[in-house]
């Protein structure tokens, strides 16, 4: 758990699954666990990297439609690596994609403001509206279309906090592809190659250690 939230989110995704099955624990959820250990083990030398050049504040979001609550995944990049980042399961039962995508839309952006103070505070141009993309552009349209649609009058209301922070030009919410969503890391279990490809971007390995 300190690894997932303080160092490494490249386990924040398998570190809440398994603490989503704990008290119905089988040989099979052990050895996916000694699984991670040992994935750890080898790659112990991965870490945070940051820049000392000047970069914008910016996040990504993501989420994974699934039967009962969904996953939510967002994670927030300064200096060209991430400085804060989560992958929790939803807490209300979505029924489509893009009120799953919209919650953790509206999550990441929490987050995403949080930073934009913090980083007044400490003397950071936060002038301009920080970026906070997804890649479905139901949800990016519901945080910028004020009106309630037949398909979307379901969704919760405190889903929609992205919408007040976009009407107050705090943030935008560009599009990106699923294939660069790094949020998607976040959310899903994937091919190793779109692992160690997300992963790099993700905490900005050094090109000598990434693999």
């Known amino acids: 758990m300190y690894l997932a939230n303080c160092t490494r989110p490249d386990i924040a995704y398998a570190v809440g699954m398994h603490c989503r099955n704990m008290c119905h624990p089988t040989p099979e959820l052990m050895h996916e666990l000694s699984y991670m250990f040992t994935y ?11 820049d000392s050049k000047t970069s914008i504040l910016s996040g990504m979001t993501d989420a994974s439609l699934e039967k009962g609550k969904s996953t939510s995944g967002y994670l927030v990049k300064w200096q060209g690596c991430v400085i804060s980042w989560a992958s929790t399961i939803q807490k209300s039962t979505a029924l489509s994609s893009t009120e ?17 103070k913090l980083l007044s505070g400490l003397g950071e141009n936060t002038n301009s509206p920080t970026p906070c993309a997804t890649d479905n552009k139901g949800a990016r349209d519901l945080a910028y279309n004020p009106e309630h649609h037949k398909r ?35 959310t899903k279990p994937l091919p190793a190659r779109d692992f160690y490809r997300l992963r790099a971007k993700i905490m900005n390995e050094p090109l000598d250690a990434r693999e």
């Open 40 to 50: 750890l083990t080898r790659h112990a030398k991965v870490g945070l990297t940051y």
């Open 100 to 116: 799953a995508e919209i919650y953790a839309l509206s999550e990441g952006a929490k987050d995403v403001v949080y930073f934009r």
């Open 152 to 186: 979307s009058k379901h969704i919760e209301r405190r889903h929609f906090y992205v919408r007040d922070m976009v009407e107050a030009m705090h943030l935008t919410v560009p599009f990106v592809s699923t294939l660069n969503n790094q949020a998607d890391l976040l």
